[in-house]
C-alpha cells in the first residue's frame, strides 16, 4: 500500500502565500513523478504543476505560471508546491498524486497511480 499525505493548506488573503508539502510512504514503487491537482466545487479535477524526476522537468498550468513553484525530492518521495500571489480563483481542495507508470506528460489525472486526500486552500479577496 501507498499513502500519500499532503499538508500545509489554509486560509489566506489574496496575494499571500502557502506551501503545500506532499509525502509517499508505504510500500516501494516506481517513482516517475509527482504531481499536484485541484478541484473546486462543481468542478472537476484540474492539474496545476509537476516535477518529472527523470531530469527534474517541471511543468504548470498556464494559470499559475510565474506564481506557483513545484519542487521535491525523489529519493524522499517528497513533493512541495509554493503558492504565492493567490486569488480568490486558486481556491480548491489540492491533491497530490504520484505517477508508478511511465508516461510522457503527467498532465492527466489517468497517468497517477496513487492520490493523497487531498488539503483545502482558500483564499479571501
Known amino acids: 500500500q501507498v499513502q500519500l499525505v499532503e499538508s500545509g493548506g489554509g486560509l489566506v488573503q489574496a496575494g499571500g502565500s502557502l506551501r503545500l508539502s506532499c509525502a509517499a510512504s508505504?510500500?516501494?514503487?516506481?517513482?516517475?513523478?509527482m504531481g499536484w491537482f485541484r478541484q473546486a466545487p462543481g468542478q472537476e479535477r484540474e492539474f496545476v504543476a509537476r516535477?518529472?524526476?527523470?531530469?527534474?522537468?517541471?511543468f504548470y498550468r498556464d494559470s499559475v505560471k510565474g506564481r506557483f513553484t513545484i519542487s521535491g525530492d525523489n529519493a524522499k518521495n517528497t513533493v512541495y508546491l509554493h503558492m504565492n500571489s493567490l486569488k480568490p480563483e486558486d481556491a480548491a481542495v489540492y491533491y497530490c498524486?504520484?505517477?508508478?507508470?511511465?508516461?510522457?506528460?503527467?498532465?492527466?489525472?489517468?497517468?497517477?497511480?496513487?492520490w493523497g486526500q487531498g488539503t483545502q486552500v482558500t483564499v479571501s479577496s
Open positions: 516535477i518529472r524526476w527523470s531530469g527534474g522537468m517541471t
Open positions: 498524486a504520484a505517477a508508478g507508470t511511465s508516461y510522457l506528460y503527467y498532465t492527466l489525472p489517468y497517468e497517477y497511480n496513487y
Open positions: 508505504g510500500r516501494p514503487f516506481n517513482n516517475y513523478a
